[in-house]
């Protein structure tokens, strides 16, 4: 219903009547999308553009009849509950489709909140309402962080710690231990992932990071596979997180988005014309989609099965999943329970690798029940699956390069140990989200400790050389089509998986030069299929990178790198 038809049907109606009827209709609404799954690419799209389209009428009709409604008894805070709920709308449709113009959205209606103070009227009389202005800032907090707006984060956690603090004095009678974790939570979040960790984006930025239209066509290819969907699943005893968003999902996250230009995210409404369109996609021109993704935070093992099954189903024809998934070992000393006479899983069960181990995606003393093992993800691998495993066990999942009547599954496996890992986050994850900060922490740096110049210096080195790698790579095919293995051939156009790639190779060099972990297997990293001998950590390019880095920082005696070249002497 369009909103002159809700206003001239209505003449002989209250208009506090048709405002409350509005207020039901949306509420029903609201209700039944919360619950629904993020992961589903189209289900549900049509859906939520009726939810989107409601709130508008029911927004754009509390602004034209605002007076009147006051007058009707409506409160402050039933006006921030409204913007409260599109905000939570634009935010769940963000994670549904990786669109960035709705997480800027979400943004916009909650500063709006926090501006014009909805909820303050009455907050420390009223639990209930103490509780929507706690959980509005907990929301909006989530992203801030997204957007890594940094000063409004520092100022929502100070708002919040007032605010419990405040509450606790005023409703003695309730408890609010949940609220003082949500404190430790942000305020631990924030110590790990700090103004070093960002000192260029995380996600791939047009200006520092190749742009896509310029990388080198990829010869002698059958076909070229981009990053469509992604499933990132994390789960580590204690580990650093914000509500459901852990730290190394966090920086997986925004590492497999654009970065956007700045320019494009002018709202094309605001809270107070009342003419913006809630209902219609929006997309920056000047940008190509991000991948969609699914974050998971200990799922449940049937819970990520069917999200995978899921993705899978939907995936495009040129199409490839990632699947990132942080865990530690499950150190079972027994395969998985399984009854089928499968031949696919009884071979890979024999072949290499060690399918009776796994990783644990939640805690342990439940017979396995959270344990994903490789023989998982078989039936998976009809499709092109690009797999991340950050691991003490990572290897085992080596055992699905054999015996698979699929898709030959790309693999980058962490090493099984490591030395320096970041407070926090896993090193392996930190290398290939932010590998110029992971090669200074293994080196024991921080940001204190370092010269912006230095810092700046050493960015433009590791650019370049991981530019130079992949155009090598693919400029190698022209010459011997059989270089490379097509797993990764079929993946060299797309910028986000490229850049994985080649800040593996960077890991990779990184640890085999570095002198404490330097010839041992357990602190090295590995993938599958194998790379060729020409990107090797002994190859002159790569010791050469590694090296002029080393050298910026002075660092250089800490790896087992050749002497530096002498001066020739003048002729006489």
Known sequence: MSQSNITTSNLNVPVSEVYWSLVAKADKKFSKIRDLPYYERNRYDTYFYKVFKVYTQLWKFQQDNRQKLVEAGLKRWEIGDIASRIGQLYFGQYMRTSVASYLSESYIFYEAILTREYFKDGLLQDVNLANKQLRFIARFLTVCLMLNKREMVYRLVSQLKVLVADCKRTF????????????????????????????????????????????????????NLKLRDAILCSYHPNEVKFSELTLDNFRMLQCLEWEPSGSFYQSSGSLTSGQHAVNQEISDPTLPPNPRKAVLCRPSITHFLAVL???????????VLLLYISAPDAACTSPPSDNTNSSSVKKIMNGSGDHSRGVNLGSKGNGGLNVIYPCDLIPFTRRPLFLVIDSEKSNAFKSLEREVNGEAVAMLLSPASSIGDPNGSRQFTTFLTAPLQAFLILIGFSGPDIQTDKLNEAERVLSLALNHWGDTLALNLAVSPDSLHPVWAQILNDPFLRRLLLRFIFCRAVLSLYTPTSNKKEYLPDCSPALPNSVSPTHGAYKEAVHKIADIFGVAPMFNLPEPLQPKPPDV
């Open 172 to 223: 003695q009678d309730t408890d609010f231990i949940e609220w003082k974790l949500v404190i430790q939570e942000i305020t631990k979040f924030l110590k790990v992932d700090t103004a070093f960790m960002n000192t260029r984006p995380l996600r791939y930025s047009l200006t520092l990071d190749v742009e896509p239209n310029s990388l080198p066509p990829v010869p002698n290819v059958i076909r």
């Open 309 to 319: 099954a899921t993705v899978c189903e939907e995936l495009p024809p040129d199409g």
